[in-house]
């Protein structure tokens, strides 16, 4: 038997880990001297709450190695092979920390790490692929050859209303050079090849910048897999997102239209009123 497993910051809702049957290895959240898992504890909006109160951008940081072995450990006396997912390498140390639980548990052998290269639902679009790819009976080496395939695929961007969450955690280079900037911008932020960079750069109203950003990714959107694609949020308003799902819905080309709610630490760095649209390339 094969099981998927995923650190936290894949942003996947209980009913699609229920769906898929993936099992989540939390990462930290820290506020001041309080420390908290991931999806347990504390909400986003509290963790905003937080974060303007005291100035400052929560810190995170990966799974300890004991919360990992716990996650794990189960399984592999159950016999089963592990796939896990983790956030791209180049944000946190996630992956590396599942290595380590792997040789604490003495199974290097019945487990795989994948450095996804991505975070948010861009990692998401990988754990439902290999949960799927594992209830058709395909064997954990085809599985994680076909998810190398499928990693420079996912396209993962997002629109943020403000550039103060992102700057202060200094894990976007390119924002901190934007930060100087007396215009009012709501970069689109890119994933790509396991960092983040500045795309396009919008101004305006919250609203009219991710309706015009969401058309600007329609050329893309016409041409991507047709399986799903998520709408993954930090916190926006019922007519924001009401917006988006119509003009998914307008293309008429998804099997699946998803919206998911960005966890804990996900919020932590790109702060509150964050959208992005994530698919995968079509082939």
């Known amino acids: 038997m094969i099981k998927i497993i995923s650190d936290s910051t894949c942003d996947l809702s209980r009913d699609l880990l229920d769906r898929y049957q993936v ?17 347990a504890g504390i909400t986003p909006d509290e963790i905003f709450a937080w974060s303007d109160a005291h100035n400052e ?22 016999g089963c092979e592990l796939i896990c997912f983790a956030i791209s390498e180049s944000f946190s140390s996630s992956a590396n920390i599942m290595r380590l639980a792997a040789e604490e548990l003495d199974a290097e052998d019945r487990v795989t790490v994948i450095n ?24 954990a080496d085809q599985i994680c050859q076909e998810i190398d395939r499928l990693i420079p695929m996912v396209r993962s961007s997002f629109v943020v209303d403000t550039m103060t969450y992102l700057r202060r955690g200094g894990r976007c280079s390119s924002v901190v050079a934007l930060a100087g900037s ?50 993954t949020h930090s916190g926006c308003s019922d007519e924001i997102l009401e917006g988006v799902r119509d003009s998914l819905n307008n293309l008429d080309h998804f099997d699946e239209i998803l919206e998911t709610r960005a966890g804990g630490v996900i919020s932590s760095h790109c702060g509150p009123g964050t959208l992005g649209v994530l698919f995968m390339a079509g082939e």
């Open 23 to 39: 099992s989540i290895i939390p990462l930290h959240i820290l506020l001041d001297e309080e420390e908290y898992e991931d999806g």
């Open 57 to 78: 951008t929560p810190k995170t940081s990966a799974p300890s190695i004991d919360t990992a072995i716990s996650v794990m450990k189960p399984f592999i006396d159950e």
């Open 116 to 139: 996804s290269q991505n975070l948010s639902t861009g990692i998401g679009h990988l754990v439902i692929e290999a949960a799927i790819m594992a209830g058709r009976g395909m064997s």
């Open 182 to 231: 007396a215009l009012k911008l709501h970069p689109e932020i890119i994933v790509e090849d396991g960092a983040m960079h500045v795309g396009r750069k919008y101004r305006g109203r919250l609203d009219k910048v991710i309706e015009k950003y969401v058309k600007d990714l329609e050329p893309e959107l016409a041409k991507a897999r047709k399986d799903r694609v998520f709408i």
